[in-house]
């Protein structure tokens, strides 16, 4: 017989042959090299079972771990999660086992809101929002004056909002409502109502009078919130772009009238919103606002004083100027707002210069708003209720 050359392993002396793979016990008897059969494995119980295969030994239940390239997850209460709104934080969601989500500490709300804060002022900072052609920011208007607002319609004035399915989901539409109030805070809550209200979250682009661009802040602020003058081509243009657009055609005659003619609409002008919601086959959503008369009860107009401080109006209400700058504090009364069913336009775009036509569609959303305004007034009875 010839004899089997010995293999020499690495860095050893020559003097084992050892296989370098355990073999299976099934397979052949061991080769007759002094060294004795290689025994079977011993049966391992099923709870400490392990198998030396390519993957991670198996960890009981109460400690398993996925050898991925996922972080091992983290108990339910130590569970934490980082989100982009606030980069750096750490929102905690303490939950306990098969209960109630616990709520979050005192302070996590704040702390939220300081970090949103501060990712607003470093977008603002860094230029990072948008402006259209007529100076509208959405995102200041959505983060600083609504909020504002908000605290006013919601819980200063108990707003009460219907009808709102009449306002379009999307497209042109033209707002008309009643003015009144000696400050036009109607306006602002109309379009504030509107945003956090409307299922789509629309944005009311006010139409103004002159004197509201005239003056150095008051003009900023409009144009910020999505004002611009009320003539005929920039509320086409709006219009024309799908826009929203809010309009008061009683003007200054709306909120400088004596709380004596409360909710009697005054002339609505010469129906330039109309002919403008013709040329764009825009469907007219007239809205009546009821509460607006009673924040600043006018019971006299100083006209003399108007005119040398070149004003609409100068109002003497029962606490203006008796009482300073608390007199500007607006009373506390109820307001009830009522969208009412479109008015279509599309079949009328060739009559947009139609002296008749405009005068009379005028006159149909002014009696609509009246109506209304009786109806509303019925349903509250005391100015101040609740």
Not at 223 to 229: A, L, M, P
Not at 245 to 259: D, M
Request: glycine share 8%.
């Amino acid at each position: 017989m010839t004899a089997r050359p010995r293999r020499e392993p690495a860095g050893g002396d020559g003097r084992y042959d050892v296989p370098l793979a355990v073999p299976d016990p099934a397979a052949e008897p061991a080769r007759a090299n002094g060294h004795r059969p290689v025994a079977a494995a011993v049966p391992v119980p099923d709870e400490l079972d392990t198998s030396a295969t390519d993957e991670a030994l198996a960890v009981p239940d109460e400690l398993d771990t996925a050898a991925t390239d996922e972080p091992a997850a983290v108990p339910d209460e130590l569970d934490t999660a980082v989100t982009d709104d606030t980069p750096g934080a750490v929102e905690r969601a303490a939950v306990a086992p098969d209960g109630p989500a616990v709520p979050d500490r005192p302070g996590d709300h704040w702390d939220r809101k300081v970090a949103t804060g501060l990712a607003f002022l470093r977008r603002r900072l860094a230029g990072e929002y948008e402006v259209d052609e007529f100076g509208f920011d959405p995102q200041i208007t959505e983060a600083v004056f609504h909020p504002l607002l908000r605290l006013l319609y919601r819980d200063w004035f108990r707003t009460e909002v219907s009808g709102l399915e009449n306002v379009p989901a999307d497209g042109a539409g033209l707002v008309v409502g009643n003015h009144s109030g000696t400050v036009a805070l109607d306006a602002l809550i109309l379009s504030a109502v509107l945003h956090d209200r409307h299922p789509a979250h629309r944005f009311l682009r006010l139409l103004g009078a002159d004197l509201v661009f005239r003056m150095p802040v008051v003009s900023e602020i409009a144009r910020k919130t999505g004002g611009t003058v009320a003539c005929n081509p920039d509320a086409e243009r709006l219009l024309g772009s799908g826009e929203l657009v809010g309009v008061f055609p009683e003007g200054f005659k709306g909120i400088g009238k004596l709380y004596a003619e409360r909710y009697k609409l005054q002339r609505f002008g010469r129906g330039g919103f109309v002919s403008a919601a013709l040329r764009t086959g825009t469907p007219i959503v007239p809205v009546a606002i009821v509460g607006g008369e009673e924040i600043y009860p006018m019971l006299a107009d100083v006209k003399p004083l108007a005119r040398l401080l070149k004003l609409p109006y100068f109002p003497i209400t029962p606490t203006f100027p008796w009482l300073g700058p608390l007199g500007m504090v607006p009373l506390p009364s109820k307001w009830l707002i009522e969208f009412c069913p479109p008015i279509p336009t599309a079949h009328l775009t060739d009559s947009a210069d139609d002296p008749l036509v405009v005068f009379n569609l005028a006159d149909q959303v002014r009696e609509t708003i009246q109506q209304t305004l009786h109806k509303l007034l019925e349903r509250r009875p005391d100015p101040f209720g609740p």
